[in-house]
């Protein structure tokens, strides 16, 4: 059974930086990608970035292009998501999520049958 959980959401000013991890578990295969997606009040799920577990690539949404970096550590099945120059639109709630996604697919969340709980993350001063 494959289960996703997520950690280290939370308050953080403008321009400060967080980073977010997705412990994972249960994949009987090696093709697959985790990605992050997050959901604003009043705003439709959104593709964050997307890394593949066969070959690392990674991918990510235009807005958040050179202030997120998505990266494995395979010794502890878990993703990471750092991110800097946070902004209040950065402000919802991130999940993480994984399935057997096509790179060039990986920002349609309703490919992904797995997710993670999700965390709040606030940019606010």
């Known amino acids: 059974q494959v289960q996703l959980v997520e950690s280290g959401g939370g308050l953080v000013q403008p321009g400060g930086s967080l980073r977010l991890s997705c412990a994972a578990s249960?994949?009987?295969?090696?093709?697959?990608?985790i990605a992050w997606f997050r959901r604003a009040p009043g705003k439709e799920r959104e593709g964050v970035a997307c890394?593949?577990?066969?070959?690392?690539?990674?991918y990510y949404a235009h807005s958040v292009k050179g202030r997120f970096t998505i990266s494995k550590d395979n010794a502890k099945n878990t993703v990471s998501l750092q991110m800097n120059s946070l902004k209040p639109e950065d402000t919802a709630v991130y999940y993480c999520?994984?399935?057997?996604?096509?790179?060039?697919?990986?920002?349609?969340?309703?490919?992904?049958?797995?997710w993670g709980q999700g965390t709040q993350v606030t940019v606010s001063s």
């Open positions: 890394i593949s577990n066969r070959d690392g690539s990674t």
């Open positions: 999520a994984a399935d057997n996604v096509h790179g060039s697919s990986w920002y349609h969340p309703n490919l992904y049958d797995y």
């Open positions: 249960g994949f009987t295969s090696a093709f697959y990608v």
